[in-house]
């Protein structure tokens, strides 16, 4: 199986930052990487598919990009709506896919 | 507007089997690349993908799942059913149901609300 990573696991920041949430899969994936936000008690939704492709109606301060092993979620202003758990997950072995362990946002 | 809805018993004694159903709206699981898969999370835990079956009646297991999981489809009905065997309190989770599609890099990009069974006796 290929085994996925994110790094930090969780982070403190505040209103109006840059963050940027690191994901490492154990062998190259190409681009076939999601990221999901999810919310206490939410089913978790779609971000970025295919490493960088924003989904429709997701904010554009959110942004995806690398390719491999390594990706990067960015979100370019931190905005109150967006404390959350964010995943990835790899999509080019299936089965199965894997998600990461998830990385916390919260309020500093 | 695609939904998503998974029903199912909410507590299940340890050894018995657990059928999940996903019902669904908005698209046809008889469409060229489409597919339905099963993703369960444990209370305070990750995301864990259980099984994925394709409108070609394609199916994938989770390899350390793979044993106890079924996964069926009924076009007509727009319906997923999972059957998990042999429940352990270890299989307590929220179980999701999710839309994929090739088009968005195989990504999930519909999920139903989720439905938390409890294993216990």
């Known amino acids: 199986d290929i085994q996925m990573t994110q790094s930090p696991s969780s982070l403190s920041a505040s209103v109006g930052d840059r963050v940027t949430i690191t994901c490492r899969a154990s062998q190259s994936i190409s681009s076939y990487l999601n990221w999901y936000q999810q919310k206490p008690g939410k089913a978790p939704k779609l971000l970025i598919y295919a490493a960088s492709s924003l989904q429709s109606g997701v904010p554009s301060r959110f942004s995806g990009s690398g390719s491999g092993t390594d990706f990067t979620l960015t979100i370019s202003s931190l905005q109150p709506e967006d404390f959350a758990t964010y995943y990835c997950q790899q999509s080019y072995s299936t089965p199965p896919d894997t998600f990461g362990p998830g990385t916390k946002v919260d309020i500093k | 507007q695609i939904t998503l809805k998974e029903s199912g018993p909410t507590l299940v004694k340890p050894t018995q089997t657990l059928t999940l159903t996903c019902t669904f709206s908005g698209f046809s699981l008889s469409t060229s690349g489409v597919g339905v898969g099963w993703i369960r999370q444990p209370p305070g835990k990750a995301l864990e993908w259980l099984a994925l079956i394709y409108w070609d009646d394609d199916k994938r297991y989770s390899p350390s799942l793979k044993s106890r999981l079924t996964i069926t489809k009924d076009t007509s009905k727009n319906q997923v059913v999972l059957t998990m065997t042999n429940m352990d309190p270890v299989d307590t989770a929220t179980y999701y149901c999710?839309?994929?599609?090739?088009?968005?890099?195989?990504?999930?990009?519909?999920w139903g609300q989720g439905t938390l069974v409890t294993v216990s006796s």
């Open positions: 999710a839309h994929r599609v090739a088009s968005y890099g195989y990504s999930f990009d519909y």
